[in-house]
Each structure stands twice: as C-alpha cells, then as structure tokens.
C-alpha cells in the first residue's frame, strides 16, 4: 500500500509540474534558462563598448599566437640566414612531371612578368629599376652566395621568394610554403636551361 501512495504521489507530482510549466499562450517563447545566452548584446568588430577595460587590447592576440595555415619559418631576412637556408633547407618537392608543370603553372603567375618565361631575366616589366634581372643558368656573375646563379640551392631559392631580394617582393603572403617549394623546383629546372 505504502509502494501505491509513492507512486501516485510522484505522478501527481510530475502532473502539477507539467501543469505549473504549460504556457498556453501559443506566442509565448517559454521560460528561458539562461536569458543572457538568449539576449546577447550585439558588439561592433571596432566599436566602442563596455566589456573590456581597453577594447582595442582586448582583440590583441595572446603572446605566441599565429594564423591558422601560417608556418613559421625559422630563417631570418639576413645574408647569414640567407646562406645558411642555402645550406640547410632540402627541397621536399619531387621533380616530377605533375610537381613540374605546377611551379610552371605558379611561376607563370608570379615570376614570368619579371624573370621571363625560360628564366631568362627577359619579363614584360621594362622597367629600368628591373632592367638587371639575371638568368637563371647565368654562369658568369658571382652571387652574394659565391656562385652563380646556376648554382644556386634549393633553400636560397626558396628565401628569395620567402623575403624578396634587391627590387623583388616577398611572395611570402602570396604564396603557402607548398607553392614556393614548387616555385623552387621548377626554377631549379630552368637552371639547367641554355648555358
């Protein structure tokens, strides 16, 4: 008798609170359980506003923080670090056709306006700033490296394009660490052309 009375007084327990909760006004949203979450504030990206001390710091990433995507790369803009990448950086591309006829693809866009089409130093921009823009398999001018231009290194091709050298830009922002290396590659290719 005493498992009867338990059980229809949890009945009539659950039934008061479904009764006590029912809203039956159809356009009523209901209770809300957490009302903030449901009406936030709404803030501008640069705006003014009252949740941080100082908004503009308040946006400053955390120290260390990088970009999603970004890799960072461990060479400075220096000569030192210029030589050394030269060194120490080994192409992970294969030179292969497919890797091949993407750098081509890639240096056509970035590269060709300026170095020319074979990597002769012949590009559309005249230019008199752009006007000594060395061959490829130039085998005559002794480079900051103390080679030629055909000897270059992969890892010194690849800092050129990551920082720029002389009149040239860094493609470091235009370019994923991929695509440079196929760049590379395919520069390396252009090295062995006409001597």
């Known amino acids: 008798?005493?498992?009867?009375?338990?059980?229809?007084?949890?009945?009539?327990?659950?039934?008061?609170i479904s009764l006590c909760s029912c809203n039956n006004n159809p356009l009523s949203p209901g209770y809300e359980?957490?009302?903030?979450?449901?009406?936030?504030?709404?803030?501008?990206?640069?705006g003014q506003n009252n949740y941080f001390i100082d908004s503009l710091n308040a946006r400053i990433p955390v120290k260390g923080t990088i970009p999603r995507g970004y890799i960072p790369f461990e060479y400075g803009k220096s000569t030192e670090q210029y030589l050394l990448a030269g060194e120490n950086l080994k192409n992970p591309i294969e030179s292969n056709d497919k890797n091949l006829l993407k750098g081509q693809q890639l240096y056509g866009m970035f590269c060709a306006h300026c170095h020319g089409e074979n990597g002769d130093?012949?590009?559309?921009?005249?230019?008199?700033?752009?006007?000594?823009?060395?061959?490829?398999y130039d085998?005559?001018?002794?480079?900051r490296t103390g080679t030629t231009m055909s000897e270059l290194k992969a890892g010194n091709i690849y800092h050129?394009?990551?920082?720029?050298?002389?009149?040239?830009?860094?493609?470091?922002?235009?370019?994923?660490?991929?695509e440079r290396w196929l760049i590379t590659t395919y520069v390396q290719k252009l090295q062995l052309g006409e001597k």
């Not at 903030?36 to 501008?44: F, R």
């Open 1 to 16: 008798m005493k498992k009867q009375y338990n059980i229809s007084f949890i009945c009539l327990l659950i039934l008061a």
């Open 139 to 143: 085998d005559v001018m002794i480079r």
């Open 33 to 46: 359980f957490m009302p903030n979450m449901y009406t936030s504030p709404s803030l501008e990206t640069y």
């Open 160 to 178: 050129a394009i990551y920082y720029g050298l002389n009149a040239m830009g860094p493609h470091n922002s235009q370019l994923n660490e991929n």
């Open 121 to 136: 130093g012949k590009g559309s921009i005249t230019h008199p700033l752009y006007s000594a823009i060395p061959a490829y």
